[in-house]
């Protein structure tokens, strides 16, 4: 709650930064209950899930600051291209000032990495499935391209079909404690 209202907050860009907090929010919850399943620490999947993407929020911001004047202003487009390119570096400029724990920093520096590596490889590819969870269950589908990424993450994980099942029946769990902090 209180990143929300540190980061996820910024007039005008209201609709934008809710987008960015469900998701961010949907990928933590759906990292705890990866961590559980697999036994490992829910409380650092959750972190890592919620502050994986913790970049976008501080461009719009530093975006927002900037902007002055009606010729400044940025299109949607722009602003996207924007966020892409500095997410990473503003993430962990701010993970940085905040100190965060080593395994937030490498969740920010290698999110995205198909195979990643390093002491925290196991928590980053809970990571990566949590957000392909979040994103189908915001989303309600995933496109083929989507469908392939879910099963090399799942892959990656050596999660089993009866696995994954179990985790899918979690569904209403995670929806729900999205519905509490979003």
Known sequence: VWVRGQVFSVRGHEKLLSAFWHESVA???????IARQSRTSVELAHLCGLLQRIGRPVVVRLLADIASGESSRLTNVERARLVEEFEARAGLALAAAWTLPEPVVATI????????SGDWSLQLRQVRLAELLAARML?????????????QALDALNIYPEQFAALEARADAVQAALSALA
Do not use: K, N, Y
């Not at 990928?27 to 209950?33: D, L, N, Y």
């Open 109 to 116: 520096a290698q999110r995205g990495v198909a195979d990643p």
């Open 139 to 151: 989303e309600q589908s995933l496109d083929a391209a989507a469908t392939e990424q879910l099963a």
């Open 27 to 33: 990928t933590a919850c759906w990292a705890r209950e």
